[in-house]
């Protein structure tokens, strides 16, 4: 019988070997072999020599009950189950973390490398789903940095939140139609400090990459009901901005079918929104490879910036190469577009339309092109606004970056007026708060310097004046106090007022024709990097819309504002086209 054969081969070995007997063994034989640390052999040994009390003794099982007990008396033991015997008695021995067969597997380990977080309840897992379907982004980030198991199981694999048909948390975020949630998950799952957070130093250090795995487990994991991805998801209920984000990640698989051997541009807007062609076009172009027309400039514009190749999230820039030559970053880019649309851009961006000269100006063809003029004059931004109007022209979605934002933003939308605005509305706080201070401090100042010369007028005199004048001088420091007091409830009132985001005498809406604005009363002016306009405050006015609205944006309105009246006061410190014209033109 087999068990005979192991003792044999176990005292032929000279070690003794625990073993259960089972009648009928199956074909495949596992043997369950517990290894007990040596120093917790010394803490139960009772008093008994350990080399003599546990000399020699391999606790191998075929039945999994009884490795189990011995597991339960001694609680620092480790259980490993092995087809191969000889493995089997290596790792009863020495309790060595990786077996040399391939085909060995864990059942159970005590005291094994476990997370350092505990697994969430349904009822936990539950409410966390709730709060993806309502889009609360701030408390979701708050949950998933407390404890990583929200987002990533014990396996190692997407946690699952909706357990019939296998959701994760990104299937909800796409179901329900929340961009902003579905790029919060896949950051996260991508942040290399978040796996550290999760894993730990040392096992984090086991993984190939593991931000890269995790993103494309949550972006292609099908479901178990029609083997849909997250991007199926986003599809056929036609959220456009879902789709934008899911397939930004270069990991998102555009063409895995479903159940029915679908893929996702087979059933765009299938749900919902059928009726509607331009969203379906659109849904369809970002399906396609998507491709940027990106700005490069190098750091501190030490070579003129160029136009880049088009590129795409599959096939990224290849930048940098040489560690000689200046660093090249992108600065603005043009997209998503087609590859064919990305191309035109371009060309269309490179090379301008050339003008037919004017009677007089000679051979210089060209020079007269908006385009041309425009990066003449702004060797710092020029490029940016030709692209920017360009974009415009063919409708087709336009970012830069502004250091002061550390963001690629665009002014002519919401979403890059609205960071304008909070970055506005905090400089006017800390100015504000600057103002209070300083003048306080100044009051003080001159409080104190009033006390001391009263001081110094009552050291003059006599006895007799004294006792005659201290009511009067009493009287004379609570007027003091009083006037401070009032000085400082003025002060508080002026600074109240700076609340205030339009001067009190400037037009409800300005016209972009600053020969049309009413002058207003100058009071406090804020710009970008100081009290006066620089090239920066220049290039942003540019930047933006045509139109503000003072109601949504009053910072930006009370800025662009002060913006016209320094450009009306000083037109040649920001209008040099006219100075460029003449050095162009030949007479």
Known sequence: ??????????????????????????????????????????????GKD???????????????????????????????????????????????????????????????????????????????????????LETVKNIVWENPRYLISSGDTPAILQMGSRYNALHIAAKEGHPEMCELILNTVGDPKFMLWHYGEDKCKTYVNPTQIMQDLYLNTPDKGLNE?????????????????????????????????????DIICARRCQENKALKREILMLLEDQFYVPVLRTEGNACPPIIGEPFSPTSPLNLNNDPI?????????????????????????????????????????????????????????????????????????????????????????????????????QKFKDYKEQLFYSTRNLNNNAYASTSCEVESVSCQQTPKEMDAINDIQYL??????????????????????????????????????????????????????????????????????SAICPDAYPCIYRWRHDMQLAMKRDPCRFDKTSLRRKLFTVN
């Open 1 to 46: 019988m087999l068990n005979e054969n192991i003792e044999k081969t176990a005292m032929s070995e000279g070690e003794n070997v625990l073993c259960n007997t089972h009648p009928n063994l199956p074909v495949e034989t596992l043997y369950h072999a517990v290894y007990l640390p040596l120093e917790y052999m010394e803490e139960n040994a009772d």
């Open 229 to 265: 991805t997250p991007l199926h998801f986003a599809v056929k209920h036609g959220f456009k901005d879902v789709v934008r984000v899911l397939v930004s990640y270069s990991q998102c698989i555009k063409t895995l079918p479903n159940k029915h051997q679908q893929l996702p541009k």
């Open 476 to 545: 004379c420091d609570k007027l003091c106090l009083h006037s401070l007091s009032s000085e400082l409830d003025n002060i508080e009132e002026d600074t109240d007022s700076l609340e205030f985001f339009t001067p009190p005498s400037s037009p409800e809406l300005i016209q972009d024709n600053i020969d049309d604005m009413q002058t207003a009363e100058e009071g406090s002016q804020i710009f970008l990097e100081g009290f006066s306009p620089t090239k920066l405050d220049y290039a942003v006015y540019n930047a933006l819309s």
């Open 50 to 136: 350990v080399k003599q009390f546990f000399n020699g003794i391999l606790h191998i099982y075929l039945e999994m009950q009884d490795a189990l007990k011995v597991i339960n008396t001694y609680k620092k033991g480790r259980l490993k189950s092995f087809k191969n015997y000889s493995d089997a008695v290596a790792y009863a021995k020495t309790g060595y973390k990786e077996s040399t067969n391939n085909y060995s597997m864990t059942v159970a380990t005590v005291k094994e490398q476990s997370s350092n977080f505990e697994a969430p309840s349904p009822q936990d897992l539950t409410a966390f789903k709730r709060l993806i379907q309502d889009g609360d």
């Open 325 to 425: 030559s200046p660093r090249v970053e992108v600065r603005a880019f043009a997209g998503p577009m087609s590859k064919t649309q990305a191309v035109e851009f371009r060309k269309k961006w490179k090379t301008p339309p050339r003008v037919t000269p004017k009677k007089g100006q000679g051979d210089s063809h060209g020079i007269n092109s908006p385009n041309v003029a425009l990066r003449l004059q702004d060797t710092e931004k020029g490029l940016e606004r030709v692209g920017r109007d360009l974009a415009k022209e063919c409708e087709v979605p336009w970012k830069e970056y502004w250091p002061f934002l550390k963001d690629f933003v665009d002014f002519r939308n919401d979403d890059g007026l609205t960071k304008l605005e909070k970055y506005f509305e």
